[in-house]
């Protein structure tokens, strides 16, 4: 059983920056996936940021490249997400996900266990 503790978010103006953090802790297997996704309401649940634990390798999204940096805290087994220049769209309920294999994997259904949630709200 792996569970996931999120923390950050919360409200901000556009250009403003939030910073999330998601820790796991249980059975961790020794290769995963753990990812930052986010859903507004009316909209699918997406991916927005991504890491491999074992290369380290990262994927962000399009429409966040340049502005989130994610990245992996090996020691504590957890994914932050620095996010700059907000946006108004980036409004969403931002979920941290967690996969017991490696890989970039993007897809919403091949993540097994998922954080509580955390509201970002960034107003005009």
């Known amino acids: 059983q792996v569970q996931l503790k999120e923390s950050g978010g919360g409200s901000v103006q556009t250009g403003g920056s939030l910073r999330l953090s998601c820790r796991a802790s249980?059975?961790?297997?020794?290769?995963?996936?753990m990812g930052w996704f986010r859903q507004a309401p009316g909209n699918e649940r997406e991916a927005v940021a991504v890491?491999?634990?074992?290369?380290?390798?990262?994927y962000c999204s399009n429409t966040v490249k340049g502005r989130f940096v994610v990245s992996h805290d090996i020691a504590e087994d957890a994914v932050n997400l620095q996010m700059n220049n907000l946006k108004v769209e980036d409004t969403a309920v931002y979920y941290c996900g967690y996969r017991p294999a490696n890989g970039l994997v993007r897809e919403v259904e091949d993540y097994s266990t998922w954080g509580q949630g955390t509201q970002v709200t960034v107003s005009p």
């Open positions: 890491i491999d634990s074992r290369s380290d390798n990262t």
């Open positions: 249980g059975s961790l297997t020794y290769r995963y996936s």
